[in-house]
């Protein structure tokens, strides 16, 4: 299974990136994916979830300024970015977990995608 993000850039504070995440595999819609985001010196850590039936969760510090959601038909999850701020400045990572069921059981990751929000 291979993982492809795409979306990141260099943006201003107050502005708009949207992140894409394009999983191989028959079977995407049975597919959990999530976005992490690492910055220089820290770990990396959980910015927004959704599962294969549409149920989201989202890190406290998101603060409802991102948006996740996919589209099953184009094996794709998406990351909208709204009121970015220097501190969201980080490598986006996005990841698919395939359920038990699926040959291909595991958690996949992508290369990463840097987002550079300047002050």
């Known amino acids: 299974v291979q993982v492809v993000e795409s979306g990141g850039g260099l943006v201003q504070s107050g502005g708009s990136l949207r992140l894409s995440c394009v999983a191989s595999g028959r079977m995407f819609s049975t597919y959990d994916m999530g976005w992490y985001r690492q910055a220089p010196g820290k770990q990396r850590e959980l910015v927004a979830a959704?599962?294969?039936?549409?149920?989201?969760k989202y890190a406290d510090f998101v603060e409802g300024r991102f948006t996740i959601f996919r589209d099953n038909a184009k094996n794709t999850t998406y990351l909208q970015m709204n009121s970015l701020k220097p501190e969201d400045t980080a490598v986006y990572y996005c990841n698919a977990d395939l359920p038990e069921s699926d040959w291909f059981r595991g958690v996949y990751w992508g290369q990463g995608t840097q987002v550079t929000v300047s002050s």
């Open positions: 959704i599962t294969s039936a549409g149920s989201t």
